[in-house]
């Protein structure tokens, strides 16, 4: 299961002198927590979720990991590195 984090900024160009104020030098990158199911279950359990949230909480994950990772394999960038 895959958790994302909020975008932080991270800058590219290392040529020239550019202009940090310039939003173009500046590119997002996300950054990923990765943690195996029955992991995020323990845990879950001891927060002391139910049963059926645990299972909709796994199922939501994994709808949006599969979500935005084919998402990203099926851009112009994913194919070409595939």
């Given at each position: 299961?895959?958790?994302?984090f909020?975008?932080?900024?991270?800058?590219?160009?290392v040529y020239?002198?550019?202009?940090v104020?310039?939003?173009?030098?500046?590119?997002?990158?996300?950054?990923?927590?990765?943690?195996?199911?029955?992991?995020?279950?323990?845990?879950?359990?001891a927060l002391q979720?139910?049963e059926?949230?645990?299972?909709?909480?796994l199922?939501?994950?994994?709808?949006?990991?599969a979500?935005?990772?084919?998402g990203?394999r099926?851009?112009?960038?994913?194919?070409?590195?595939?």
């Amino acid at each position: 299961l895959l958790d994302a984090f909020a975008p932080v900024k991270l800058r590219l160009s290392v040529y020239g002198q550019p202009d940090v104020t310039d939003c173009k030098v500046w590119q997002e990158l996300r950054l990923v927590h990765v943690i195996a199911e029955t992991d995020l279950q323990s845990i879950s359990r001891a927060l002391q979720h139910s049963e059926n949230r645990i299972d909709t909480l796994l199922d939501d994950l994994r709808g949006y990991t599969a979500e935005m990772f084919c998402g990203i394999r099926n851009t112009t960038v994913g194919r070409a590195a595939a």
